[in-house]
């Protein structure tokens, strides 16, 4: 027997509205007792069969009365011409009712009339030839006991017997037809058209009245139907034999196709308004957060993106720069010159920053970069709906609640000042999903082999956002685990086979990026990150400078390093209302694998040792099992607490639907109540924006083409560096025309090549930014010449440009020391040209 697993904490299915066409059963006779069985039978023009197939199930049932007290056969005519409707009335069965259509529509609508005036506790459907015969109705009634909610006799699974054949023909068209219909419409089943199912009564009320199809993909349809609520289907092997008298003609089977097309498209069609409504106030939701500089990105800055902001439209500009030139997009020496940047190793996104060069040659770096993060941010938070409706609950608003908690938490809002690798998460959800779809076992190729393309993409867009991802998922499937074994022993091989199909289809699409960001040029071993790079467990607790009430600057800036970097910041009242959730709803396997989850990640970002609050007492983190291991060792610990937001999103949006169902009123209006404090101190103001630095006229004008030639390099003074990146504002700006020294990314750094963020540093560079910081000339000497001699030497240097900013006056006695010789005011900044002293 074949079954379709069930995937965990599926919902219930939505209501049915009342269709016109189809009698209330409701308003039928009712004996004292509702049936245990109604069998339901087809019928058009069977004047010559039906007498003999009533008379078999009539004696079965009637022997079989122990399993079967009570039961009713009603016969559905559809529109017959001959004595088809005469005869069932005639022989006056007490349990044979009839139900006619004037005229005749097709199978589809006879079972629709059929299966809606029935009344069994089960609802048995079979053609009126019995080419399944009655007795096989024994093993579909064992396959319903075991927890399915339908049970269909199938020719196509091992155990089948087949006696009579159709004619060769037919029979290929059969085999056709179900190939088409698993591929497009309902994944797993492998027979849909053998006319022998067994259902339970009322799901099947529910999937024949929400039916539209009037021809013989009506099984289609509604097998899809109960696909698509998450309901088990088991296919079951039968005997089965052709019988003569046919009515399915060659027409049938293109209308037949013709119908399946429409039921895999309707899916389509199927999204609700309430779904576009979210999207759409999704993007308005990120639009506001981004309103200081998404209507003008090209003059506006986000100053809490520190130096960010300079450095992806960078990104953007060099990787559309590289692909408009045809080179190759991995690497460049535009910056960090003459050794250049290692990109795969930097982020850039070539999944979003390779497709969308035309965009960004067309209108500038810093739109394409505003419109990635905005739209992107929106394309997660549907995503993350998206998710929730198919898997978690139904209800939109809690959907929607759900996923703006996941895409809007605090740390995706202070991610969203610099880090649209951290923003635009839209591929997670999907790669969630078609890991779920896995487990089921259905289409195992077809899903491994979607998944390995999925996360083929997501590592060109973020490999940390997929690892974190992975890290979250694992915790969940070992929590789900523990809590349902039976589902894990049915889904652990389908799973682990997918994984396997996956992973052969991602690994030779990303092999040669990963060994170019891990061993090509400018590529690093490690890299060392702020030693205050974990959370305090009091940061949980705690709410972030962004939020729009309850925002404390201070209290935020003391416990993460910076403002691009607060990663948890959920609030002591999210964290309250997640434990009553737990509480409240423990029973569901469901809700205790997503609180592990959210709990062992935020352990987890606590790093390898925390201290208790208000004590000098410090524990060892379970991070110290990971923090060393590969690839965990460059993740920044903090960062794990991103986790908690999908799932504090899931917790949300599952108690939010119990909520809007809960009786009495004022139960939904006090848990209600609750929810809304515990959200809204989260609600995110704009993130704050100001004008951008103009560009000096030197750079804008283009007065240094006079000054750089072929291959030599530009030197801002002091050079860019983490702590100063405004020139690569102005070599985009200059449209990638020269080259730079110095820079803002990551890069080796000595033999070892640790990685450190900006370029190897050198005498020189040390020298000007210390002074930039200090405001102190320092003595200079004829070593120190010659030493700023070899680094000029070193990058190729053209022209010295300092422009004005803070202890400028220090910067420029310092270079004239060094190079010998005062410089000139020219468009707006002071000028070196080291041609003219023969240093170039």
Not at 391 to 396: A, C, F, M, P, W
Request: glycine share 8%; charged share 20%; hydrophobic share 45%.
């Amino acid at each position: 027997m074949s079954r379709q697993r069930e995937l965990p904490e599926v919902p219930d299915q939505p209501e049915v509205p009342a269709r016109p066409d189809i009698p209330d059963p409701s308003a039928l006779p009712e004996s004292s007792a509702l049936p245990d069985l109604s069998v339901v039978i087809p019928a058009y023009n069977e004047q010559h069969r039906l007498t003999r197939t009533l008379d078999t199930i009539t004696d079965h049932l009637t022997a079989d009365g122990t399993r079967w007290p009570d039961w009713e056969i009603i016969v559905a005519d559809d529109g017959s011409t001959d004595a088809t409707a005469d005869l069932v009335t005639a022989r006056h069965r007490p349990r044979v009712r009839l139900v006619t259509a004037p005229r005749n529509r097709g199978k589809g609508h006879a079972l629709r009339l059929g299966v809606a005036a029935s009344r069994g506790r089960r609802v048995l459907v079979t053609d009126a030839d019995l080419a399944t015969p009655i007795e096989e109705l024994e093993r579909l009634d064992k396959a319903l006991t075991e927890g399915n909610s339908a049970a269909i006799g199938s020719r196509s699974v091992p155990g089948a017997t087949i006696g009579d054949r159709q004619h060769r023909v037919r029979e290929l068209l059969g085999r056709a037809g179900n190939l088409l219909i698993r591929r497009t419409a309902v994944p797993g089943i492998r027979d849909t058209q053998c006319g022998f199912k067994l259902y339970d009564g009322d799901r099947a009320r529910e999937a024949y009245a929400a039916s539209r199809v009037n021809g013989w993909a009506i099984d289609v349809e509604v097998l899809r139907h109960l696909h698509r609520a998450g309901l088990p289907v088991a296919e079951v092997p039968v005997r089965w034999s052709h019988r003569p008298g046919s009515k399915v003609t060659p027409l049938d089977y293109a209308r037949a196709l013709t119908e399946t097309t429409r039921i895999a498209l309707r899916s389509v069609r199927d999204v609700r308004p309430a779904d576009l409504f979210a999207a759409f106030v999704f993007l308005l939701m990120s639009v506001a957060l981004y309103s200081g500089r998404f209507f003008d990105p090209a003059h506006r800055y986000l100053p809490d993106s520190l130096r960010d902001q300079n450095q992806w439209e960078w990104f953007f500009a060099v990787t559309a720069d590289n692909v408009a030139h045809l080179r190759n997009p991995l690497f460049t020496d535009l910056q960090g010159f003459p050794d250049g940047v290692n990109l795969m190793a930097n982020t850039v996104m070539l999944g979003l920053s390779v497709p969308l060069t035309p965009l960004t040659l067309l209108a500038g770096p810093a739109v394409a970069l505003s419109l990635v993060m905005t739209l992107g941010l929106a394309a997660t938070a549907a995503a993350w709906y998206w998710l929730i409706v198919r898997h978690v609950v139904r209800g939109r608003t809690a959907a929607f609640l759900g996923a703006s908690l996941a895409a809007f938490a605090p740390p995706m809002v202070s991610h969203a000042h610099a880090h649209p690798n951290f923003v635009v998460l839209f591929m997670i959800p999907l790669i969630i999903d078609r890991s779920l779809r896995l487990c089921t076992g259905t289409r195992v190729v077809r899903d491994g082999v979607v998944l390995g393309l999925m996360a083929a993409y997501q590592v060109f867009l973020g490999e940390e956002p997929l690892l974190l991802a992975a890290l979250g998922m694992l915790l969940f499937a070992a929590a789900y685990a523990a809590v349902r074994r039976d589902t894990a022993r049915e889904a652990w091989r389908p799973l682990l086979r997918g994984l396997l199909i996956g992973a052969s289809v991602c690994l030779p699409l990303v092999v040669y990026p990963l060994v170019w960001q891990f061993a090509g040029p400018q590529s690093y071993t490690d890299i060392e990150h702020n030693p205050r790079s974990f959370n305090s467990p009091l940061a949980l607790l705690s709410f972030a400078e962004r939020s729009w009430l309850a925002g404390d600057a201070e209290t935020a800036n003391a416990l993460a390093f910076n403002t691009t970097e607060q990663n948890a910041f959920y609030g002591w009242p999210l964290a309250l209302l997640a434990f009553a959730i737990l509480v409240r709803l423990w029973e569901r396997a469901l809700v205790r694998a997503l609180a592990f989850t959210a709990v062992a990640a935020a352990f987890l970002s606590l790093g390898r040792e925390f201290r208790i609050p208000l004590t000098d007492t410090t524990l060892p983190g379970p991070w110290q099992l990971l923090a060393d291991r590969p690839l965990f060792e460059a993740v920044i610990e903090s960062r794990n607490a991103m986790i908690c937001a999908p799932a504090l999103g899931m917790l949300l949006a599952i108690a939010v639907d119990r909520l809007l169902a809960a009786r009495p009123l004022s139960t939904r209006y006090v848990g209600l109540l609750g929810v809304g404090l515990a959200l809204l101190p989260l609600v995110p103001a704009p993130l704050k924006a100001v004008d951008r630095i103009d560009v000096p006229a030197f750079i804008a004008d283009g007065t240094w083409t006079s000054y750089v030639r072929e291959g030599e390099s530009l030197v801002p003074v002091p050079l860019p560096d983490p702590g100063d990146a405004e020139a690569l504002h102005w070599q985009t700006e200059a449209g990638l025309g020269f080259k730079l020294a110095g820079g803002y990314f990551n890069g080796p750094y000595g033999d070892e090549r640790v990685g450190i963020y900006g370029a190897e540093p050198r005498f020189t560079s040390n020298l000007l930014r210390d002074v930039r910081n200090s405001g102190q000339v320092p003595p200079v000497d004829d070593s120190w010449r010659e030493q700023a001699r070899a680094d000029l030497a070193y990058w190729r240097a053209g022209v010295l440009v300092l422009a004005p900013q803070p202890n400028d006056g220090a910067l420029r006695e310092t270079v004239e020391k060094l190079v010998g010789g005062p410089g000139r005011w020219v468009d707006g900044v002071w000028v070196w040209d080291l041609h003219e002293r023969g240093l170039a």
